[in-house]
């Protein structure tokens, strides 16, 4: 199961699947991401040079597969979602905590 708080902060069990929707805005209107890109990087701590998992998306989705996280150990991480425009623009969401539960049933 996935919750995300309200601070940004990530729980998920690790080995699920997660379906994330960002909702974005642009001077509180509903922002139109078309040719953008959307990378989520999970690394142990912020200052670490490689990450654990970094994935790609053209759209304001984010679909974590049970093989992403099934051979993380389970703990705090960070991680942070960066939005490249097709104008060269890059913003950055976070650096937020990912924390990944333990799973019982594998």
């Known amino acids: ?14 080995g699920d699947t997660a379906f994330i929707r960002l909702s974005l805005t642009n001077n509180g209107e509903p922002y139109a ?3 953008d890109t959307f990378t989520l990087t999970i690394k142990r701590n912020v200052h670490d040079d490689e990450y654990v998992l970094q994935k790609m998306f053209a759209v304001p989705r984010i679909l974590l597969q049970p093989k992403d996280t099934a051979g ?3 703990g705090t991480y960070v991680y942070d979602i960066q ?4 104008a060269g623009v890059v913003q950055t969401i976070g650096p937020h905590k990912f924390h990944l539960l333990a799973d019982v049933t594998r």
């Open 72 to 74: 993380l150990d389970a």
């Open 1 to 14: 199961m996935t919750k995300i708080f309200s601070k940004g902060d990530i729980s998920h069990t690790r």
């Open 33 to 35: 991401a078309d040719g």
């Open 83 to 86: 939005i490249q425009t097709q």
